[in-house]
């Protein structure tokens, strides 16, 4: 029985690969410019909120420059440790992120880097009805840079200001 069950769930598997795009290694990883478009983020960081808030963030460059890797420590003043993994997907030309937390929390982002500014936005279904967040990084210089977390309730029309942090290159 156990091997019907093991032989079923991999027929099944083959079915839906079978109708996907064939996965390309010939060519070389992240040749899109775009895909080094994060790059001002790596590094490790000191963090600065609101009302004397600290913590760090270390960043960095994996799997040969296609994917960045954050690992934020919210301490001394935030009992929120999380981690995320972002890439740039020439498929959608969108960044695309995956945040992960211990408090549960997980947020799949997606969004650009234009003018100056990468903003990476995720829809989110509550109980009161759908709303927006957003990250927006922004000023960013070699040394430095802010970042705001937004909110939404009017499907983007307008934003409030959640948390501001501001990175100070280590």
Not at 5 to 29: E, K, N, Q, R, Y
Request: hydrophobic share 40%; charged share 25%; aromatic share 14%.
């Amino acid at each position: 029985m156990r091997f019907v069950c093991m032989a079923s769930i991999c027929l099944a598997l083959a079915a839906v690969w079978a109708g996907a795009a064939p996965l390309d290694f010939s060519s070389s990883p992240c040749p899109a410019p775009e895909a080094r478009q994060f790059d001002f983020w790596v590094g490790e960081w000191d963090l600065t909120w609101a009302t004397d808030g600290r913590g760090s963030n270390v960043i960095r460059s994996r799997f040969d420059g296609c994917v960045i890797e954050e690992q934020f420590d919210g301490s001394p003043s935030l009992d929120l440790k999380g981690m995320s993994v972002s890439t740039y997907n020439p498929h959608l030309n969108q960044w695309q992120q995956t945040w992960v937390d211990n408090y549960g929390n997980y947020f799949d982002l997606v969004g650009e880097f234009k003018d100056g500014e990468m903003t990476l936005v995720h829809d989110r279904v509550t109980d009161e009805g759908s709303v927006k967040n957003r990250m927006v990084f922004y000023n960013i210089n070699e040394d430095a840079f802010d970042w705001n977390w937004e909110l939404s309730e009017d499907g983007g029309k307008t934003w409030k200001l959640q948390w501001m942090i501001h990175y100070q290159r280590k």
